[in-house]
Nanobody
Framework: QVQLVESGGGLVQAGGSLRLSCAAS??????MGWFRQAPGKEREFVTV????????YYADSVRGRFTISRDNAKNTVDLQMNSLKPEDTAVYYC?????????????????WGQGTQVTVSS
């Protein structure tokens, strides 16, 4: 079992930055991803990082603005979000997967956090 707890969400103006963190407990040798879900929309892939941290993938909408990182000693995964836009407003979820294959699919992920709200004002 893996438990995931996100933190760091909040309200920020467009152009600002936020850093989300996901703390994992239990068995933690998983690929870790971030997804987001805006009101009335499906949950969508944002980024993923491999177990060792050497491989990352990003959605086109966030590439160059968001950076995922992990600290396996601390069992944490962070998402640094810069140059935020109003369309980044969503609940952000941390997720763990036993494989990095098919990383954009929500069904690939075995465990999910409860989510943290990010609101970007214009």
């Amino acid at each position: 079992q893996v438990q995931l707890v996100e933190s760091g969400g909040g309200l920020v103006q467009a152009g600002g930055s936020l850093r989300l963190s996901c703390a994992a407990s239990g068995r933690t040798l998983y690929a870790m991803g971030w997804f987001r879900q805006a009101p009335g929309k499906e949950r969508e892939f944002v980024t993923v990082i491999s177990r060792g941290g050497s491989i990352t993938y990003y959605a086109d909408s966030v590439r160059g603005r968001f950076t995922i990182s992990r600290d396996n000693a601390k069992n944490t995964v962070d998402l640094q979000m810069n140059s935020l836009k109003p369309e980044d407003t969503a609940v952000y979820y941390c997720a763990a997967s036993s494989t990095i294959s098919d990383y954009v699919r929500t069904s690939t992920y075995n465990y999910w956090g409860q989510g943290t709200q990010v609101t970007v004002s214009s």
